[in-house]
């Protein structure tokens, strides 16, 4: 399994696929700050971590959906994992080995484009006072595991397709459709977790985005400040539908790689 993550960390890093999904995602989040509204007066770490995580959230789920991609269905063309298991490797090794892959690969992408701009803005401003720093780790932390989610999911379509270019216009199409339908199901169970156990994206969202802004005073002048802060209970219910998901698509996934050619 050590030799099978370590031939696809050497793929990602010699692959002009990976530097160009990175700056293709980084440019997004500069025309994201460049067509939003910020209020100066409110900038810090916290206001623009609150005010581009939506944004950001969505095209974080699109870059883990091209990566997971890659990891998984980008060399079966090649026939790579049939050379693989014929030379000794096990289907589980073989099998685990882009898991773990694409698993630490989408917690880099979260901490990358949700965690390290938001602390450069805070090199320069500071923090602020629009949330509290408990309260942005807390969503954080727990908006990772639905993304984890997603990422089994993209790994088992992997499995299913046994291509890349699939993949990811399925995950396109499903990601239309978890938006149509995470709508109509907020209607029959509003303000509840359901949707959360359903939808990833909902989940990723309710957790990462406050519904609720108000205005503070700070330092002599007006702030945006974060009224609903995260309830460490529906905090919870995003990591266990997270982990629930990991576990149902995992089973699934490997069900499918050991009974299915992958050539």
Excluded at 120 to 128: E, F, L, N, Q, S
Excluded at 215 to 227: N, Q
């Amino acid at each position: 399994m050590y030799n099978v993550i370590k031939a696809q960390c050497y793929q990602l890093l010699h692959s002009l696929s990976t530097y160009v999904v990175a700056v293709l995602g980084i440019l997004f989040m500069i025309l994201m700050c460049a067509i939003d509204d910020f209020d100066s007066n409110s900038m810090c770490g916290g206001y623009f971590a609150m005010m581009t995580n939506e944004a950001v959230s969505s095209a974080l789920s699109m870059i883990v959906m091209v990566y997971t991609a890659f990891i998984c269905a980008g060399d079966m063309k090649d026939k790579t994992i049939n050379y693989e298991v014929l030379t000794g490797t096990g289907r589980s090794a073989v099998y685990f080995g882009r898991i773990i892959t694409a698993v630490v690969v989408s917690i880099i992408c979260h901490i990358l484009f949700l965690v390290v701009p938001p602390m450069i803005v805070t090199a320069i401003y500071g923090w602020g006072g629009t949330i509290p720093v408990s309260d942005f780790v807390l969503r954080i932390v727990s908006a990772l595991f639905p993304l984890l989610r997603l990422t089994m999911l993209y790994a088992f379509l992997s499995f299913i397709f046994k291509s890349s270019a699939l993949v990811c216009a399925a995950g396109y199409v499903l990601t239309f459709l978890e938006v149509i339908l995470s709508v109509m199901l907020q209607e029959f169970f509003p303000d509840t977790v359901v949707p959360m156990y359903v939808f990833s994206l909902n989940a990723i969202t309710k957790l990462l985005v406050p519904a609720n802004y108000g205005f503070g005073f700070e330092d002599g002048k007006d702030i945006t400040v974060v009224k609903d802060l995260l309830q460490t209970s529906t905090a919870v219910h995003g990591m266990a539908a997270g982990l629930l998901g990991c576990v149902v698509f995992g089973i699934l996934g490997c069900t499918v790689f050991k009974k299915k050619d992958m050539g």
